[in-house]
């Protein structure tokens, strides 16, 4: 059974780096049938997709243009874990992050998003 | 990007009546492939979202029978064939064919 973990901080300022970790047990952050994913969901934009990354011979990145240039999700096989880090946060980033699996098992091209973290409620402000 | 839509928006149900919940998508989620990739979610309150159905009508392991999913193309159906009290809670569904994956607005299924 796959578990994440996610940890960090539950309050951020305006202007700053929102930096959170999810640490994967039950399956390997560079699983070739897998990628690692975060969303947010707040209740003016529901749930909405942040990005990923995987691993196939090499590290990918895939980021939603709606946070653009301000995400960054990166991967550390020595802790199994990967973290998502959101620059220059402003109030209306408030939202429970969460970070999830996707899952390519099956041979499906297209994700399946299986395994869910227990969510992270970031509030952005001074 | 993709818009979900879906309906209700609220349900109320007794316990061991049925229920459903449409999806539609703003363009087809059928791949060449063959796949349509759609699935639906139940966000129990104050939990993460779980996956219940993937590919349209594919049980995830552990979700009980009485769930079941349907549809084709962009018309898409959640049933639940005798709802029980922890059935409660909010249904999404999501696409994962057209980048970026979008969510439906989600259903509040409350029990009676």
């Known amino acids: 059974q796959v578990r994440l973990q996610q940890s960090g901080p539950g309050l951020v300022k305006p202007s700053q780096t929102l930096s959170l970790t999810c640490d994967i047990s039950?399956?390997?952050?560079?699983?070739?049938?897998?990628?690692w994913t975060w969303i947010r969901q707040s209740p003016s934009r529901g749930l909405e997709w942040l990005g990923r990354?995987?691993?196939?011979?090499?590290?990918?990145?895939d980021y939603a243009e709606s946070v653009g240039s301000r995400v960054s999700i990166n991967a550390d096989t020595s802790k199994n874990q990967f973290y998502l880090e959101l620059r220059s946060v402003r109030p209306e980033d408030t939202a429970v992050y969460y970070c999830?699996?996707?899952?390519?098992?099956?041979?499906?091209?297209?994700?399946?998003?299986?395994?869910w973290g227990q969510g992270t409620l970031v509030t952005v402000s001074s | 990007d993709i818009v979900m839509t879906q309906t209700p928006l609220a349900l109320s149900v007794t316990p061991g009546q049925p229920a459903s919940i449409s999806c539609k998508s703003s363009?087809?989620?059928?791949?060449?492939?063959?796949?349509?990739?759609l699935y639906w979610y139940l966000q129990r309150p104050g939990q993460s979202p779980q996956l219940l159905i993937y590919?349209?009508?594919n049980r995830f392991p552990g979700v009980p029978e009485r769930f079941s999913g349907s549809g084709s193309g962009a018309y898409f159906t959640l049933r639940i064939t005798r709802v029980e009290p922890e059935d409660a809670g909010l249904y999404y569904c999501?696409?994962?064919?057209?980048?970026?994956?979008?969510f439906g607005q989600g259903t509040r299924l409350e029990i009676k």
């Open positions: 999830a699996r996707d899952d390519y098992a099956s041979g499906n091209y297209f994700a399946q998003t299986d395994f």
């Open positions: 039950g399956d390997s952050v560079s699983s070739k049938i897998a990628a």
């Open positions: 990354t995987y691993y196939r011979s090499k590290w990918y990145y």
């Open positions: 363009q087809s989620l059928r791949h060449t492939d063959g796949r349509t990739y």
């Open positions: 590919e349209v009508s």
């Open positions: 999501m696409q994962t064919i057209h980048r970026p994956r979008t």
